[in-house]
């Protein structure tokens, strides 16, 4: 079964997208609704330089967002290293803020931790989420960039003290970042969480315009606000050897690595029917061919080896990333 489909609104109020305001968010939704898609992500970190502004747009779009199931995420300052985020007061402190943004009194469906707290004991952190769903803030919570065995001592916590776990786990998962298969997700699947996947096209890096120097309209674009991150996670040259050496093998096939990599990880990766694609867009046109490129299902076998061959060569690199 396909994994549900997720938009992630990390976009909305970011500069450089078309989600700027709450007409162009209605929009969107309305497009949503037509694709089938009813889920949105968010942030109280969102977007990365006005954070908060994507869970004010919901928030003013709830003529239609209110019918939408939202999950958020707890606030991070990443001038730091998470430490304190998962604190009580600071918890609280967030949730408060993202609620009355979002136009949610009632809670939205999962809160996430962003990151992991280094400094926080665990057991204070898995109480603070626990504290958050009996409150009704939330259904249930989640955990994102955290390490394997941070998520198995949180767990173990949960069995041990009777604690509600985490319902969802939100990591990093594509055709170039598997390494989530190894060891994160047998712990997962072992305690009945879920695992939604984000930057499965790689953040635009799959276009393959980076790597072949035509930066312009990307993320990767010297005057994108992201782009400094974004040349930082997609840096390493063996990486853009490998997508240049597929890009190539591809266009036999008549296909683009964008398209390979969004059906892959919706019909051939390890994801199930329980787990989510978290899919982004600056654009809608991009929201749409995102969903059409879904749609055509299963790719041919020849295009899958090359798939294992394109992870075969990056593995050594980026096989620790989740």
Known sequence: MVPQLIFGTASFGMDMTEFQDVESVKKLLKTLKGLGINHLDSGARYPPLRPGRSEELIGEAQEISHSFVVDTKVYTNTANDGSGDLERDAMQISVAGSLQRLQRPDGVNVLYAHRADPAT???????????????????????????PSVVLEIVDLCEKNGWRKPACYQGEYSIISRGMENKLLPIL???????????????????????????????????????????????????????????????????????????????????????????????????????????????????????DELWDAVKETRGEII
């Open 121 to 147: 004991p665990l057991e204070e952190q898995v109480r603070n989420f626990n504290e958050q769903v009996e409150l009704g803030h939330c259904k249930g919570w989640g955990l994102s960039n955290t390490p």
């Open 189 to 307: 699947r072992a305690h009945g969480v879920a695992f939604n996947a984000f930057r499965s096209l790689a953040s635009g890096f799959l276009t393959g315009k980076f790597v072949n120097n035509e930066p312009s309209g990307t993320r990767f674009s010297d005057d994108n606000p992201l782009s400094k991150a974004m040349r930082t996670v997609f840096g390493s040259q063996d990486l853009h050897q490998a997508v240049k050496d597929f890009d190539t093998k591809l266009r036999a096939y008549d296909m683009s690595p964008v398209e390979v990599a969004i059906r892959w990880v919706a019909h051939h990766s390890i994801l199930g029917g329980d787990d989510g694609i978290v899919i982004g867009a600056s654009k809608i046109m991009q929201l749409v061919e995102t969903v059409a490129a879904i749609r055509k299902g299963p790719l041919p076998e020849a295009v899958l080896t090359l798939i």
